[in-house]
């Protein structure tokens, strides 16, 4: 405020340099040591002698436990976003807007980036997950030719017991089991985390900024620069 002498800070400035700015710049630090320790976290699985079983029921071989912490990744991603977005006044974000106009085009690739810092470092698993799948199956497969060929000989060719039954037979429970398991591994992914999780978190990364980009963007745009990340 201009006095006298000069200017001086208000009440509210005193509250935002001793209060609002200690505590959003705590909150910022503590989200990128977080995300330190997350990254680190990956890098050590991924430096791990992995032993992946391709039938895991999570798709993944064992390493789906990954995807329980995207709740916590995405809160990583909107914090500060999130945080800054709410402390700006309608004044500065037309400033920032105009300050912006150069670099409308640059914000799909902070999507990109917040998603490659949080799972860049899980996908160095990819070679891995991949022979896991290729041995898996072939040996599923073989074990399916031996069982379907016993199969089809015992019940279809005249090899089954005198008065062993078909209707209660394990056979059948077993073969469809069986069937499971080799859908298991054929759906195996070549990374523990689905393309929903990267669709979430690429929109709870840009979900703030976008009352910034409709003053300089066109929702149109928006969408058509969205796609683009996304697809």
């Known amino acids: 405020m201009p006095t006298g002498g000069g200017r001086q800070l208000s009440a509210a400035g005193w509250w935002f340099v001793y209060v609002s700015l200690p505590l959003f710049q ?30 895991h029921p999570d798709r993944a071989g064992g390493l789906g436990f990954l995807l329980r912490h995207r709740g916590r990744v995405r809160a990583r ?29 640059s914000w799909p690739w902070s999507s990109r980036s ?4 949080c799972w860049g470092r899980s996908c160095s698993s990819c070679r891995t997950s991949a022979s896991a799948r290729r041995v898996g199956l072939r040996e599923y497969g073989t074990l399916a030719q031996r069982y379907v060929r016993e199969f089809d000989d015992k019940w279809l060719r005249g090899g089954a017991p005198a008065g062993e039954p078909l209707v209660g037979s394990a056979d ?9 398991s080799f859908e298991l591994v054929r759906s195996m992914r070549p990374v523990p985390f689905t393309r929903d999780v990267v669709i979430q978190l690429a929109v709870i990364t840009l979900l703030p900024v976008v009352p910034l980009l409709l ?17």
């Open 114 to 117: 917040c998603c490659s810092s």
């Open 26 to 55: 705590f909150i910022l630090f503590r989200w990128y040591f977080r995300l330190f320790v997350w990254m680190r976290f990956l890098w050590q699985v991924t430096r791990c002698d992995l032993s992946l079983v391709p039938t």
């Open 215 to 231: 003053t300089m963007v066109s929702l149109e745009e928006l969408l058509k620069g969205l796609l683009k990340v996304v697809l």
């Open 77 to 105: 991603a909107a914090g500060p976003r999130g945080d800054a977005g709410r402390a700006d006044r309608r004044s500065d974000l037309l400033s920032r807007a105009r300050r912006c106009r150069t670099s409308r085009y």
């Open 172 to 180: 059948i429970q077993s073969l469809a089991d069986l069937g499971n």
